[in-house]
């Protein structure tokens, strides 16, 4: 029986009178428990499951809820309660009820641009010029989520009163928008919860109770749902201390002002924590008091027995603070599945996978980009594959799609066009090319129809003005589509390969490639593309960022490349280890975002510098504050069962740059009595 399992707080919350009921559960406190317990509550009381609506902030979540359920109730009674997100159970509800084609936000930007891209702004402010259509798209989206019952004007006079002389040519985007998806019965995210919002102000609400999981997480339009759903009684489950969506609109006032919104509220405090040991939950409450208290608590710890005090870990340098934290996994706890590394900044990410793989441990990483998933790094190392194996056509093919007038379809085209040049060997169709034709006459190119077989036969010299003389009339460039930039392109590539070809040593290789004009071009374009502004010029200070982090990572990538004497070694090592990675078994390397809900026997939190942890540019930005970066770190100390560790380190050193970064201790290691403040 569920309710037979629930300690005595717990029970009193889930058998709460009917009404308005805000559960306060912290970190470890079993607020899943305490949900299920509920819900077998409503069931004794005779509330019929499908007029039970249970609120979650993933599928998943609400999937493991409904399951606990069946298996006291059964299936069928479990599975009438309708469960999901916000946005899951506004589709179900009116996918049944309208003929409406759901759309991923990244294909309907495309619609959004061809609108946007067509207005004509006569009034521009050359220090504030109208924002892209990307950006607009996102601005927008954020002021569907986290206004609260303003106009888009009004909104925006407050977030950006320099764009409100651009206001009525967004409005009406907006509205064309609008009504270009209504004409083809599209919905976005938003539009799912907006016409559902709208369809329960309308109609009669056919809830008895409804349960809203991470409450702290709500933003202002699904508060505006749950206030439209009009049920008889709302059950909210939260936690305050780990409210650290701002970034995406969650509001946390919301479950702040619960009493003041509903007259008849009662809160309940879960206070026992049955995850973290006496010394992990202590360290955590002298951190998270620092904070405004909103709803008083006091956690009780249940876990007994003799526990590691949380340990702090001090080194000089941050990518010996990497390498470290791997060597200390590498020879701990044997069950990799029961640590994680947790990082605040995609970068600490970065640092901490290549160190992880270094030491042959398989890693699970989830939140930000993987390292090895970068353009900088995945570029790189498929450099060093087909240097090494000139077979390589994949990574032939990726390297080459970065080309001027060169996709990937071309791409091929050009590897396949090498090997009838060298004999099956690219290195050779490259450096000493025999005399075929590279693109077979019978192979049609759609451009040319009737003119493909003369056109190749004359046109690999039509860019040697521009051209080296040992790379000029080369046969790869009878390609028709190519341009200057295609063979300048080639001409880079042809260097690389002729300098560095079958190079072994992996440190020599990965200096060299990251200094050659083919590899240093590209870096380039991506640092642009990075920087771009919301008007589409560059932001060279942003510019200057971006290729200050690809350098950042080249580094990471040189020193790892230092433990191994041959190229394939440390291919596979690089390559192999992050495709176990995907397997499901490893070290959960995680953002704090992505390490929500969860929980692990032993956690590392990493980058604990002020600056880093807590990031000051987050902070800083609307929506973010220290208050919320503490929530941060709250979360992310609280995931741990057993072993805590956390670690900082003093400098920063890229000797490729001369550059000396002096670092601080983080303020939440001052709070949590982990540095001492004479230091």
Request: glycine share 6%; aromatic share 12%; proline share 3%.
């Amino acid at each position: 029986m569920p309710l037979s399992i629930l300690n005595c707080e717990q029970k009193l919350a889930a058998t709460a009178p009917m009404g308005h009921n805000l559960i306060i559960a912290s970190a470890g406190t079993g607020k899943t428990s305490t949900i299920v317990g509920r819900i077998a509550y409503l069931f004794e009381n005779n509330i019929a499951p499908e007029t039970i609506l249970l609120l979650t902030f993933t599928n998943k979540a609400a999937e493991e809820m409904i399951t606990r359920v069946a298996k006291k109730f059964g299936e069928k009674k479990a599975k009438s309660i309708q469960a999901g997100t916000f946005h899951a159970v506004a589709y179900r509800y009116l996918k049944d009820k309208y003929d409406i084609t759901l759309k991923q936000p990244r294909e309907l930007k495309i619609l959004f641009k061809s609108i946007a891209e067509k207005r004509v702004y006569l009034d521009v402010d050359s220090k504030t010029p109208p924002y892209t259509a990307q950006y607009l798209y996102d601005f927008y989206s954020l002021y569907l989520n986290a206004s609260k019952n303003q106009n888009f004007e009004a909104w925006l006079e407050e977030k950006s009163p320099e764009h409100m002389r651009y206001a009525m040519i967004y409005e009406g985007i907006f509205d064309e928008f609008r009504e270009l998806k209504e004409s083809y019965k599209y919905a976005d995210y938003n539009d799912l919860l907006l016409r559902y919002r709208k369809e329960m102000q309308e109609n009669f609400s056919p809830y008895e109770e409804v349960l809203c999981d991470e409450y702290q997480d709500t933003n202002p339009l699904q508060d505006s749902i749950l206030d439209a759903l009009k049920p008889k009684s709302l059950f909210c489950v939260g936690d305050y201390d780990q409210s650290i969506y701002a970034f995406n609109g969650a509001d946390i006032n919301i479950i702040g002002n619960f009493t003041q919104k509903y007259a008849d509220a009662k809160v309940f405090t879960l206070t026992k924590n049955y995850r973290s040991s006496g010394l992990i939950l202590d360290l955590a409450n002298r951190v998270i008091q620092n904070n405004e208290r909103i709803y008083p608590k006091s956690l009780e710890v249940v876990k007994t027995g003799k526990f590691t005090p949380p340990k702090l870990l001090i080194f000089d340098e941050l990518f010996l603070q990497y390498q470290g934290i791997a060597k200390n996994i590498a020879t701990g706890n044997p069950n990799l599945d029961e640590v994680a590394v947790i990082f605040r900044n995609n970068a600490s990410g970065d640092g901490c996978e290549a160190s992880l793989r270094s030491f042959g441990i398989p890693v699970k990483r989830k939140g930000g980009t993987s390292f090895f998933e970068t353009k900088e790094i995945s570029l790189m190392l498929d450099l060093c594959s087909l240097l090494n194996n000139s077979k390589d056509m994949m990574a032939c093919i990726h390297i080459l799609s970065y080309g001027a007038m060169i996709g990937n379809s071309v791409a091929k085209d050009i590897y396949e066009g090498l090997l009838v040049l060298g004999d099956g060997d690219i290195y050779q169709g490259l450096v000493n090319p025999n005399d075929k034709q590279p693109y077979q006459n019978n192979k049609k190119i759609p451009q040319l129809g009737l003119f493909n077989d003369f056109f190749m036969t004359d046109q690999a010299g039509r860019f040697d003005e521009f051209l080296e003389s040992s790379f000029k009339s080369h046969p790869i460039l009878s390609y028709p589509k190519f341009n200057k930039e295609s063979a300048l392109f080639l001409q880079d590539f042809y260097m690389v390969f002729k300098k560095l070809y079958r190079q072994k040593d992996p440190t020599t290789l990965v200096a060299q490639i990251s200094k050659s004009s083919f590899y240093t071009r590209i870096m380039e374009m991506l640092a642009k593309d990075r920087a771009k502004k919301r008007d589409g010029s560059i932001d060279n200070r942003r510019k200057d960022e971006a290729l200050e982090q690809i350098n950042n990572k080249i580094f990471i990538l040189t020193n790892l490349a230092k433990k191994y004497d041959y190229i394939s070694r440390f291919l596979n090592a690089m390559v192999l280890g992050s495709s176990e990675a995907v397997q499901g078994k490893g070290v959960s390397l995680l953002s704090v975002h992505a390490s929500k809900g969860l929980e692990f026997e032993e956690v590392y939190v990493v980058d604990l510098m002020e600056g880093r942890f807590p990031n000051q540019k987050l902070a800083n930005r609307d929506g973010g504050s220290i208050d919320e970066e503490r929530r941060l770190f709250y979360v992310a100390v609280t995931r741990a069962k057993t072993k805590l560790t956390l670690s900082y380190a003093k400098t920063y050193n890229n000797k490729e740059k001369t550059k000396n970064i002096l670092y601080e201790p983080s303020r939440f290691l001052y709070e949590a009595g982990m540095v001492d403040k004479t230091l």
